[in-house]
């Protein structure tokens, strides 16, 4: 497992490297700055999409059946297609960019390249959730927890925050997937929020902690279930997942999420969203408007289990509703350097 986890870690800061190479070049507007020619009705949009096809395609099939408009996606791996926005530039065929996580939109945002939405659009989404230059909005959320085994922990043992898990009372017990995207969204929120030199403490800490390593949320969540891990730091909707694939309502497993309180970094919400670089395809705007329909954000509900951006809509069964959530407020634009990331946790030896 110390072999394969370190080879993954290698590989994803490939990849962050290649982004940020990209990233260095000079950006351009792509006349995407909101105040060029008036916007013309196209018949299709082409959409570049991290989001994998299994989950988003059924949406964006129900959108070419309401509206008529033919939508092209290239999926594709989120840093590697932000990667390449970056290196097409101007002359990029994508319209939209759908990402898995902030990080790679704030990436693309800071050259240029997206254009400025409508107020009305953003004015769904809370502050928090969107970009503060206007430039793409979160579509769905995806919360930061640490999920236990029920039968085998007391909820009173559980931390009030990510960094007591350094604790010798957790030795040994807890799962991560350092390799993991949202695992380093997470990490790079950490040194947003606390600094660098306390975020490289921790993952110090952590590694001489004996953590149980996973490439992956899924195994983790897997094992805390079966009984193999105790707990884990994953991500809230893959207990629900679990759930559906075992024939079971979520309260029926012997597991749970545990939420960070008092705006720990420990329960960040990461986001899922969009932004359009055509500014002159209204057809591309209209797609992100679905998205944020409530058809659109109940499908991300019912579907993945995700938060919904809109107001309105339940939380996820279990989970308090978004605007109950006490998580740490962070410009989820500075989630975008991953080399850094990568780099601390090679250091702190997580990956043995």
């Known amino acids: 497992m110390i072999r394969t986890t370190r080879?993954?870690?290698a590989v994803a800061a490939a990849s962050a490297l290649v982004l940020t190479a990209c990233g260095d070049d000079e950006g351009t507007s792509n006349g995407n700055d909101g105040n060029g020619a008036e916007g013309t009705e196209a018949e299709s949009v082409v959409l570049y999409s991290g989001r994998n096809e299994e989950l988003i395609q059924p949406l964006i099939d129900q959108f070419e059946d309401e509206t008529g408009i033919d939508v092209d996606v290239r999926y594709g791996d989120t840093a590697e297609l932000a990667a390449q926005l970056l290196e097409?530039?101007?002359?990029t065929p994508a319209d939209v960019f759908l990402a898995q996580d902030a990080g790679a939109l704030g990436a693309v945002a800071q050259e240029g390249l997206f254009a400025d939405?409508?107020?009305d659009l953003l004015d769904r989404v809370p502050e928090l959730y969107r970009d503060n230059g206007d430039s793409w909005v979160g579509l769905s959320g995806r919360l930061r927890t640490l999920i236990y085994n029920t039968d085998l922990v007391d909820e009173a043992e559980l931390p009030d925050t990510v960094e007591e898990l350094t604790g010798p009372e957790f030795e040994g017990r807890?799962?991560?997937a350092p390799t993991n995207a949202s695992f380093q969204s997470f990490v790079t929120a950490f040194r947003v929020a606390e600094g660098e030199d306390t975020a490289q403490g921790w993952l110090e800490q952590m590694a001489d902690n004996d953590p149980q390593y996973r490439e992956r949320n899924g195994p983790i969540v897997s094992d805390v279930l079966d009984g193999a891990l105790e707990m884990g730091l994953v991500n809230h909707?893959?207990?629900y997942a679990q759930a559906e694939e075992r024939g079971v309502e979520p309260e029926d497993l012997p597991a749970a999420n545990h939420l960070f309180g008092d705006?720990?970094?420990?329960?960040?919400?990461?986001?899922a969203g969009a932004g359009v670089l055509d500014a002159n395809n209204e057809s591309?705007?209209?797609l992100l408007e679905y998205f944020l329909s409530e058809e659109g954000q109940q499908y991300f509900v019912e579907e993945t289990a995700e938060y919904a951006m809109i107001e309105g809509l339940d939380a996820p069964a279990g989970l308090p509703a978004l605007d109950e959530l006490d998580v740490p407020d962070i410009d989820l634009n500075q989630l975008?350097?991953?080399e850094t990331t990568i780099q601390m946790i090679t250091e702190a030896g997580m990956a043995g």
Do not use: K, T
């Open 88 to 91: 097409e530039g101007d002359g």
């Open 7 to 9: 080879a993954a870690l």
């Open 336 to 338: 975008d350097d991953l």
């Open 237 to 239: 909707y893959y207990l």
């Open 174 to 176: 807890v799962g991560i």
């Open 284 to 286: 591309a705007a209209e």
């Open 117 to 119: 939405l409508e107020q």
């Open 263 to 271: 705006g720990d970094v420990g329960a960040l919400m990461n986001v």
